[in-house]
Each structure stands twice: as structure tokens, then as C-alpha cells.
């Protein structure tokens, strides 16, 4: 029972034909228009505030009710998706961690797709990482190239061994500062040496969430910084949620006593969702795939499709 609501995530949506890095995975400006064709078709595209309306049993959802998501605060999504739903008179849901859109801040994660993408040849950024674990061995916490790659470097569906290795190493599997470094010096090395101006390319601006939020479209949280909240100790939480909500409200959306969270990584537990709930949170958004049940599943912990489920 309950009332389902299809909820589908996006992240990149470009023209992929003008990129200057086409092997960015993502969804191509001509595929969302033509996904947003088939969405209409089988669906009725609804608000937030309707789905907010029905976790809280004041209106009921539509049959075949579906609602939009697009996570990280691309400038993609002011240049690309909002005129494309602006011109159909659709509201979509944006989700721009406060780190990037306000302070230019790069993404580790995004750091990682454009290591990926600036060449064919996984080899030599598997290559460099070696390198900097072998002249990290006297750090107890660094274990050695052969054990790290008996540990990660296997191909899955989407990714051969090294891409794979390449992944886990830099989201994962070495300590944190040595990760960043690495990464850093990936970057520079095979992407670019001005992350800031780079950044500031990849990240919609403040004043066009702004404009986007009084236009319509609908704002929630995804944190400050970007990082898994079911893992971080409950000062971490705090203050990402805190940054997220000042954030919110500079962009001219309510956080009193109606706001969703749309969780990095999808990283939830129950500890978290009662500490939202604290904050008047209203709708948390996971990346577990199946059709939502309002009603029936906890609301602080939606279920999405990716844009990868549907026809492009
Ligand atoms: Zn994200």
C-alpha cells in the first residue's frame, strides 16, 4: 500500500559533443530531453511541496506521481536542465553541497571523474599512485602496492581492473591526507593546474540558485562538504547540516519547519534520520532503487531511480 512516487536521480546532463572531456559519464543534453518526453509519457512530474504534503497526510500524491533530482550543484544544471523544465513548467529539485557553489570549493569526487576522464589510458594514474604508496611505507596505516591490489584492482560491469583500482584507492582505500595529495597531484598532472578556476566552470554559481529558487525550483540539502554523514561522529553532522541550512536560507528557502536532505553518497542510518528530524527535516533521499512507497517507507529514507533506469 502507500502512494508510489518514482523518484529519479541525475548528476551530469550536458551537451556532451561540446565538452571538452566527453568521457565524463553522464547523461547527454538530446538523451534528457528525450528521457523528459518518456517521463511525461508514463508519469505526473510533481513538486517537492507536494511530496512533502503527503508525508505529512495533508494532500495525497497523484497516480504515477514522479519528481526530478539532480545532485552536486553542476553548472549543468543552470545551464542545461533548469531552461529545458522552466520552458515544459516542470520543477526540479537541486541538491549543491554549500562547499563548491559558495567557496569554489572542488569535490573529491569530482576530482576523481576528471582524473578519470583526461585519458584512455588508465595506466599511468595507477602507475603514479604506486609510486606514492611505495614512498609512503614507512606510514603504518599504508599497507603495500601488492596487498592493495589483491584488496581492489577487479573489474566490475562498468570498469576494467585499473580504473577500479584507481577508484577505490582515491575515494577509499588509502588514509585520507595521503588521498588528497595523490589526488591533487593527479590532477594538476593530468587535468589542470587551476582547480579554482576549474571549479568554478563545473559549479553553478550562488546568485543562479538564487534565480533558479525564484523561478520555481525547489532547494534542498546535501550537506556542506560532501561527506558520508552515517559515518562522521555527530559534531561533523551538526555542522554539515547547520552550513547546509544557512545555505538554504540564503537562497531563499524555508528551514524551519519543512526541509529535505538528500544524502551524499546516500550514506543513511537511523541515527542520522533522528538527529534530522530534530531539525524539522522533512524528506531524506537515499540512493536505494525502487519506486517510493509515502506512507509506508520511512520519509527520511526515499528511495531514487537513476537516469540510467529509464529510456534516453
Ligand atoms: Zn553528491
Known sequence: MGQ??????????????????????????????????????????????????????????PPDAALLTFDDGYADHFDVV????????????????????????????????????????????????DEAVEASQENADVQTVADYRAAWAHPNRFDDAETIYIKRMLQTALPVDLRESVARDLFARFVSVDEATFAAELYMTRDQARHMVRSGMYFGSHGTSHVWL????????????????????????????????CYPFGGWDAELANLLREYHCTVGLTTRVATAKIGVDDPLALPRFDTNDFPQ
Do not use: C
Open 230 to 261: 552515517n559515518h562522521a561522529d555527530d559534531a561533523t553532522r551538526r555542522t554539515e547540516i547547520d552550513g547546509s541550512l544557512d545555505f538554504l536560507a540564503e537562497l531563499g528557502m524555508p528551514t524551519e519547519d519543512s526541509w529535505v536532505m
Open 82 to 129: 533548469f531552461p529545458i523544465l522552466h520552458d515544459r513548467g516542470i520543477q526540479g529539485s537541486f541538491f549543491p553541497p554549500v562547499a563548491p557553489v559558495r567557496d569554489g570549493t572542488l569535490l573529491d569526487v569530482n576530482r576523481v571523474h576528471y582524473i578519470l576522464a583526461s585519458t584512455d589510458d588508465p595506466a599511468p594514474i595507477a602507475a603514479t599512485i
Open 4 to 61: 508510489d512516487l518514482t523518484i529519479v536521480m541525475y548528476h551530469y546532463v550536458r551537451d556532451f559533443a561540446r565538452s571538452r572531456y566527453p568521457d565524463i559519464k553522464g547523461l547527454d543534453v538530446a538523451g534528457f530531453r528525450r528521457q523528459l518526453d518518456h517521463l511525461t509519457s508514463r508519469f505526473q512530474i510533481v513538486r517537492m511541496e507536494d511530496v512533502i504534503d503527503a508525508v505529512r497526510g495533508t494532500n495525497e500524491l
